[in-house]
Structure formats: structure tokens, C-alpha cells
């Protein structure tokens, strides 16, 4: 099992930068892409930006030149920087970890509220 923990979430008012992180543990072999989601009240669940282990990253389209994707591969820890944020960034912020040795395997944080005050 994988375990991830996310912070850095909060309240911050609009135009402000918040930087989240998420540290994985336990079975980590074979983490490959690791990335954030993020969850509005009454909407899906939505790609927020994704990095390999190699550092290949990909952005959705609402965050690019706004959000930074990062990762330590020696710390096992992932991190979002996210700048001139506005009220429609306001979600919970989940990390996903992914393995796809032996199987296919998603493991998920227990997200971290993130609030943009207009």
C-alpha cells in the first residue's frame, strides 16, 4: 500500500499563491506518475496537473501559466504551486499516485481544502 499526505491548503483571497504538497510512503516502488485533482462542491472530480518520474508534466487547460507541478523523487513528495488564483480554483485538492507494475493501482490523499475568497 501507498500512502500519501497532502497540505499547504487554506484560505486565500484572490490574485494570492497557496503551495500544496503531498509526501507518499510505504510501498513506493514503482510510483511512476503522480498528480493533483481537484473537487468543486457538485462537480465531478477534475485533472489538475500530472508529472512522470522523469518529469514530463501536462496541465489542464484552466490552470496553465497559473500552476507549477514539481516533484522530489528522493523525498517521494509532489508539490502544485499555484498562483493568481481565483474564486473557481476553489476545491479539495486531492494527489494520486500511480503504479502500473503488476497491475494497475491509483492510490489517492484525503485531499486538502483549498478556498479562493473573491
Known amino acids: 500500500q501507498v500512502q500519501l499526505v497532502e497540505s499547504g491548503g487554506g484560505l486565500v483571497g484572490a490574485g494570492g499563491s497557496l503551495r500544496l504538497s503531498c509526501a507518499a510512503s510505504?510501498?513506493?516502488?514503482?510510483?511512476?506518475?503522480m498528480g493533483w485533482y481537484r473537487q468543486a462542491p457538485g462537480k465531478q472530480r477534475e485533472l489538475v496537473a500530472t508529472?512522470?518520474?522523469?518529469?514530463?508534466?501536462s496541465y489542464a487547460d484552466s490552470v496553465k501559466g497559473r500552476f507549477t507541478i514539481s516533484r522530489d523523487n528522493n523525498n517521494n513528495t509532489v508539490y502544485v504551486q499555484m498562483n493568481s488564483l481565483k474564486p473557481s480554483d476553489t476545491a479539495v485538492y486531492y494527489c494520486?499516485?500511480?503504479?502500473?507494475?503488476?497491475?494497475?493501482?491509483?492510490?489517492w490523499g484525503q485531499g486538502t481544502q483549498v478556498t479562493v475568497s473573491s
Open positions: 508529472i512522470s518520474r522523469s518529469g514530463s508534466t
Open positions: 494520486k499516485a500511480e503504479k502500473r507494475i503488476g497491475g494497475f493501482f491509483d492510490y
Open positions: 510505504g510501498n513506493i516502488f514503482g510510483i511512476n506518475t
